[in-house]
């Protein structure tokens, strides 16, 4: 094979921890992003996982109440700002990005290492306010005034961490939309960026516009308690609902940087394993910018039972609605991609599905939500737990696997266990369904979320949730332990093993510190598989 | 940007996008007022009769005359008239510090009057003063930490004039600085109006 020739790989090239931590490589920081929020991502199940055993039965069992308030909270804290938002663009899309367009490294390589250390330090603060003060945070993720005003435990340390890790968030945006306007190589016009960089665009739009609201939101929530500022507080003439507007103004587009990151891979991946050229390139293109702008528009969605006025709950109402089309069109466009292709069901393809599968319940579970009436049952009952988690972990997080599963053997020129990397993904798959579908059930049955108890009519569907989670876990702990033998001893491969078209598997892998011998001029699409343009 | 670009339209793009994301963080604000000004006109009125109308018109012209000096010395290094550069950079610093004394001295006469946030004074007014008066050091005190930033930020930019990082033929770096000054003038020539002349 051409690529095992003596020229070190970016693994390779400088030992020690300095040559990691202070390294501009968009390569080694993405993957350092990716160690981080894997093990975040562990910390944030574990604590799921506690949550669910509690649940199993009705009753005061395993933790105290306000051990499980701190529990969800933190749960949803690590998940949302540690895992989830940073997850696909700070990992895979460092290390793809420049490869993707034929760039040696980002637009501003020493920023991108400064935001690694933001979220380095973002991630230590969080870690303080669990550890010091009265107690660690109660109030949910979501912060909601009056009672994160008054509440006695550390949420000041814990805003701060927020903020912090926004700012994380906005450099690394900023940083990508630079790159992709800026180091294209020739020939790489707009119409054959790959889809991911696609959607990398759009999200890194959201970063910057939509990220400086949560930031001055967690300054307001720090400014009500450490300097009694009054803002929210009716009883000095603030409106609580004003807080809640500011923070869906960032929240509600934040779920599309959760989102749209996992629909770039899988658009990615399906043309590589149905062998064709992607379906509708671009209304997936469109639909990407569709969804940052249109998603935008939609945060009160979150608020139709907290007091708005009509008009505004049937405008958001409507909004909610409009911004489902374009996510529609993409899965229409992915399936008609499927539709008479050569498919190969390989892993990557086969999580793939998965993210179409869960996605598309949790899809249409939100409109249930997004329509008006019948928002005013669910609300804040587990349907919405359910709903959440089926478009976040079952798309996000299938997205995230699935871009693992496809990259591992670009960045470390292995190959991991297929058998194993099938048997995990049907434990998750099946895992994630008994856990999620029965919360569904029991929002509709009119069970509250956050609660630390409920009555005896709801034991039997949360005892089935509780079995969910085991699968789960057990899914996550094999997927985890077959990569880790895949970086240790799987089979050496060549540059590119499914043999697919975009410019980073011309490189070598890994590739090395540089990406590119010389740099690359583009002649043909992303997912032309025509022979003779992309075997290997 | 702490990036020593070779790539004059990315580092400007960069910067762009910076200044974006600190309109929207004190966008976040400017809706609060909005919010609340609509809702209460009157409180508004009243409250805003206890600001120092001549202190904030004194501010506003401080920081409008430091546009200019900024402006003028970007001119000057892309000239390579090095003298005027500094001096006009370090016009631009000096009038950055008077405007943070002059909101000094308006903040301590506020506090000695028993104004801020959460005072005995204000619990006795009606509420929505102490909205104003709220928004009123939330603005400010951004905007007074940007000041403050965009000091430290100009002032090391002269250093780096100096020691050659920023010269006549790489001027990005002084460019970028300024427009980040620019924005701090424009919020404030926003507060301004929004605070010391509504009625």
Not at chain 1, 169 to 185: E, K, S, V
Not at chain 1, 217 to 224: R, S
Not at chain 1, 291 to 312: C, E, K, P, R
Not at chain 2, 119 to 129: C, D, F, I, Q
Request: hydrophobic share 50%; glycine share 10%; proline share 5%.
């Amino acid at each position: 094979m051409a690529s095992d020739d003596a020229r070190k790989n970016f693994l390779t090239d400088g030992t020690g921890l300095g040559s990691w931590v202070f390294s501009t490589d968009h390569k080694r920081i993405g993957l350092m992003y990716l160690a981080l929020i894997l093990l975040m991502f562990t910390a944030g199940m574990t604590l799921g996982f506690l949550m669910r055993l509690k649940l199993m039965t009705p009753g005061n069992t395993l933790l105290s109440p306000q051990t499980y308030n701190a529990v969800f909270t933190l749960h949803g804290v690590i998940m949302i700002f540690l895992v989830v938002i940073p997850s696909i663009p700070a990992s895979f899309g460092n290390i793809m990005l420049p490869l993707q367009i034929g760039a040696n490294d980002v637009s501003f390589p020493r920023l991108n290492n400064f935001s690694w250390w933001l979220y380095v330090i973002g991630a230590a603060t969080a870690l303080v306010s669990i550890f010091t003060g009265s107690g660690a945070p109660d109030t949910g993720w979501t912060f909601y005034v009056p009672f994160s005003s008054r509440t006695t435990t550390n949420v000041s340390i814990a805003v701060i961490a927020v903020f912090i890790l926004g700012f994380s968030n906005i450099l690394t945006g900023l940083n990508f939309i630079t790159t992709i306007h800026r180091l294209r190589a020739p020939g790489l016009t707009w119409r054959k960026l790959p889809l991911f960089v696609w959607s990398l665009y759009a999200t890194a739009w959201i970063q910057v516009l939509a990220t400086p609201v949560l930031g001055i939101t967690a300054l307001l929530i720090f400014a009500e308690r450490v300097l009694n500022m009054g803002l929210f507080d009716p009883t000095r003439g603030g409106d609580p609902l004003m807080y809640q507007h500011l923070f869906w103004i960032y929240s509600h587009p934040a779920v599309y940087i959760m989102i749209l990151p996992a629909m770039g891979i899988v658009s990615d991946i399906i043309p590589v394993f149905a062998r064709k050229k992607i379906f509708g390139y671009g209304m997936i293109a469109a639909s990407s910018l569709a969804i940052a702008f249109a998603g935008s528009l939609v945060w009160a969605h979150h608020m139709f039972t907290s007091g708005m006025s009509d008009t505004a709950v049937l405008v958001f109402s409507l909004l909610t609605f409009i911004v489902a089309v374009p996510s529609a069109i993409k899965v229409f466009n992915w399936l008609s991609t499927l539709y008479k292709g050569s498919i190969a069901m390989e892993p990557p393809l086969l999580f793939t599905l998965g993210f179409i599968f869960m996605f598309s319940i949790g899809g249409l579970t939100g409109l249930v939500q997004g329509a008006a009436g019948a928002d005013i049952h669910v609300h804040d009952t587990y349907f919405i737990v359910g709903h959440f988690h089926y478009v976040i972990f079952g798309g996000t997080g299938l997205g995230l696997f699935a871009a693992m599963h496809f990259w591992f053997p670009k960045v470390f020129g292995r190959m991991y266990s297929r058998g194993k990397a099938y048997l995990a993904f049907w434990l998750l798959l099946v895992g994630m369904n008994v856990l999620y579908f029965p919360m569904l059930i029991l929002g509709l049955m009119g069970m509250p979320r956050r609660y630390y108890d409920y009555l005896p009519e709801y034991a039997s569907w949360n005892m089935v949730s509780t079995f969910g989670s085991w699968f789960v876990v057990a899914g996550i702990l094999l997927m985890f332990w077959n990569l880790y033998q895949g970086v240790r001893h799987g089979e050496p491969v060549g540059r590119n093993p499914w043999g697919a078209a975009s410019l980073e598997w011309e490189t070598a892998s890994p590739p090395p510190t540089h990406n590119f011998p010389t740099e690359p001029v583009v002649t043909h699409g992303p997912y032309d598989f025509t022979p003779g343009t992309a075997h290997d | 940007m702490t990036e020593m670009p070779k790539d004059y339209a990315a580092a400007k793009m960069g910067m762009w996008l910076f200044l974006f994301t600190e309109v929207l963080l004190f966008g976040g604000l400017f809706l609060l007022y909005a919010a609340y000004r609509h809702r209460y006109p009157v409180d508004f009125h009243n409250a805003h009769l206890s600001l120092d109308l001549v202190l904030g018109a004194a501010n506003t012209v401080v920081l409008i005359t430091s546009s200019l000096t900024v402006a003028l010395a970007i001119s000057a290094l892309q000239r390579g008239r090095m003298r005027h550069c500094y001096l006009f950079l370090g016009g631009t610093v000096g009038l950055a510090l008077l405007f943070l004394v002059n909101k000094y001295f308006e903040w301590s006469a506020k506090l000695h009057h028993g104004i801020y946030p959460g005072s005995e004074h204000l619990a006795h007014l009606p509420k929505a003063e102490n909205l104003f008066f709220g928004l009123y050091f939330s603005m400010t005190g951004l905007h007074g930490v940007h000041v403050l930033v965009g000091a430290v930020v100009l002032s090391w930019v002269m250093f780096l004039i100096r020691r050659g990082r920023v010269t006549q033929a790489e001027y990005v770096t002084l460019e970028n600085a300024g427009l980040y000054w620019h924005l701090v003038d424009l919020v404030w020539i926003y507060l301004f109006p929004l605070f010391y002349l509504i009625s």
